[in-house]
């Protein structure tokens, strides 16, 4: 198993252009987690879904911001436009029955300039 | 969200046992216990969970006071390796919140 899988694990961007994460989740799981981490406010849950249905997408933090995840193996994070604000560690996180044991992928450093 | 109360850091000696401590004193029954830790520059990876019963497995021990309004995650040997910011969160459906945690820092 090569557990959840996130890409690019480094991104720098200007500011005002578009960002694309994606993140591979744990085959079999039905919850798939987006979550932001920074110095200032540790680590924020942005969305989360469900067999592929946003459930909570309360922590996403502006309309600059959107998650798909168009099939049970696949989903993204756009930025659009970004600012150097959204400077974080992004996190995808999937598992099997909700809360119960989250496995955490290696997470994407988004810088921007 | 009910909230949890973690000491900022920590400090242990390589090989002794750690006591890790966290306060919830607004838990209510369906709240799980879940502790979770965070190695540098790496994502959280999850440590152990429980209800009402002390709980063990490889990694750590949890143990659930009478009244479940704190709990203590024990490290029975600290390793370096086990140098991290552990995080003690509760739920109560599908989603963990992560607080501030412990910051264990382990001396040779």
């Known amino acids: 198993d090569a557990g959840v899988i996130q890409s690019p694990r480094h991104e720098v961007t200007e500011m005002g252009q578009e960002v694309t994460l994606r993140c591979k989740p744990i085959s079999g799981h039905d919850y798939l987690f987006w979550y932001r981490q920074t110095m200032m406010r540790g680590l924020e849950l942005l969305i989360y879904f469900n067999n592929n249905v946003p459930i909570d997408d309360s922590g996403m933090p502006e309309d600059r911001f959107s998650a798909k995840m168009p099939n049970a193996s696949f989903s993204t994070l756009k930025i659009q436009p970004s600012e150097p604000r959204d400077s974080a560690v992004y996190f995808c996180?999937?598992?099997?029955?909700?809360?119960?044991?989250?496995?955490f992928g290696s997470g994407t450093r988004l810088t921007v300039v | 969200d009910a909230k949890t109360t973690q000491p900022n850091s920590m400090e242990s000696n390589e090989e002794e046992p750690v006591h890790l401590p966290c306060n919830h004193s607004?838990?209510?029954?369906?709240?799980?216990i879940h502790w979770y830790r965070q190695l540098p520059s790496q994502g959280p990876e999850y440590v152990i969970h429980?209800?009402?019963s002390n709980v063990n497995n490889r990694m750590a021990s949890l143990a659930i006071a009478e009244d479940r309004k704190s709990s203590t995650l024990i490290l029975h040997r600290a390793t370096l390796r086990d140098a991290a910011v552990y995080y003690c969160i509760l739920d109560a459906g599908n989603m963990l919140t992560f607080g501030g945690g412990t910051r264990l820092m382990v001396k040779p």
């Open positions: 607004t838990i209510s029954g369906t709240d799980y």
């Open positions: 996180a999937s598992s099997l029955t909700g809360a119960h044991g989250y496995t």
């Open positions: 429980g209800l009402t």
